[in-house]
């Protein structure tokens, strides 16, 4: 799951497959790797330490710097906010149908039960008018 996050933001950015993991301070990568960081930690039940190992081999002191820093951006900078809530429509979308029984899983124990019944209500909705476009 982590790697799908990071794969989604790499994309938003533009940026090369892995550009995250590499160790290089240019604002755009610094970025696109605390957003992962934080989105992966909201949307998993995974430790700071091994999310920081994931996305880049940072320790947990970078993840929880990573959550300061994009949560007081999300409140100075609108342009940041208006990135952010982006990148987290896409992996919105992203996992609305492309969800594993494994990942809602382990959405349900981390309290997402509400947000998936409603993914799979719109991946119903999204399917069903597909067909129907289809079909004509």
């Known amino acids: 799951m982590i790697t799908r996050i990071s794969n989604i ?8 497959e892995g550009a995250i993991k590499y160790d290089s301070r240019k604002r755009e990568v610094v970025q696109a790797r605390q957003i992962a960081m934080v989105l992966s930690k909201q949307l998993t039940k ?9 996305l880049a081999d940072r320790d947990h002191a970078t993840v929880l710097h990573a959550i300061k820093t994009v949560n007081n951006l999300i ?15 896409k992996v919105d979308d992203f996992f609305l149908c492309n969800i594993t029984r494994d990942e809602i899983n382990e959405a349900i124990q981390v309290g997402f039960t509400k947000l998936l019944i409603k993914k799979i209500q719109q991946c119903k909705d999204l399917t069903m008018m597909l067909s129907q476009t ?3």
């Open 75 to 89: 409140d100075t900078d609108k342009e940041f906010k208006k990135t952010y809530f982006e990148i987290c429509e």
């Open 9 to 16: 933001v790499e994309d938003y950015f533009r940026l090369p």
């Open 134 to 136: 289809q079909t004509r």
């Open 46 to 54: 995974k430790s700071l330490d091994y999310i920081g190992k994931q």
